[in-house]
């Protein structure tokens, strides 16, 4: 089922998520949502806060090719556990700050360790794309922002823009 996307300001979003403590059925049918909603939206990673549920799971596919299969990994309680020294810069945007970005650096390469909807524990090594879209997203879950790692000014221009498009939007 689709879920509707928090935009900013919302408090929600600035929250630390709580730690999965067990994949019910009912996480795992957030999980799928949370793809449903991404894929929709569409966007190439999404986290629980940005649906308004602070727990630690984010779903991430940066497959962009249609050749390619689709890669829809489903992370539950995610961490970054070893970084590299050589950064990247990526012009970043963000499903709850609609049609805004601006340039992040971050670690070029990432291990994430999270577990699955399965259960399993798991890890991986990335770089790119992925590299910087885990790390997006694990921010989501610790309320952070890609707009958090601009400056001041582009950040409160973003954000006013962000609370003239939400008032519009409840105009309809």
């Avoid at 308004?52 to 962009?64: F, M, P, S, Y």
């Avoid at 012009?91 to 994430?112: K, M, N």
């Avoid at 590299?131 to 950040?155: N, S």
């Avoid at 973003?158 to 498009?165: D, E, G, S, W």
Wanted: glycine letters at 6%; hydrophobic letters at 40%; charged letters at 30%.
């Amino acid at each position: 089922m689709k879920r509707p996307i928090l935009i900013h300001p919302d408090p929600r979003l600035k929250q630390v998520a709580a730690a999965v403590s067990d994949l019910s059925d009912e996480r795992r049918a957030l999980a799928a949502d949370l793809l449903e909603t991404m894929y929709d939206a569409p966007g190439i990673g999404l986290a629980a806060p940005q649906v308004g549920v602070a727990e630690r799971l984010i779903v991430v596919d940066c497959v962009k090719d249609e050749v390619i299969a689709p890669r829809p990994l489903i992370m539950f309680n995610p961490e970054i556990i070893a970084a590299s020294d050589l950064t990247s810069v990526y012009e970043e945007g963000c499903l709850s700050i609609p049609e805004q970005y601006g340039e992040v650096t971050r670690p070029a390469e990432v291990t994430v360790r999270w577990i699955d909807e399965t259960g399993a524990e798991r890890s991986e090594d990335m770089d790119g794309l992925w590299a910087t879209c885990v790390q997006h997203e694990i921010d989501h879950l610790d309320g952070k922002l890609f707009i958090d790692y601009l400056g001041p000014m582009k950040r409160q221009l973003i954000t006013r823009r962000m609370v003239k498009l939400k008032r519009e939007l409840a105009r309809g």
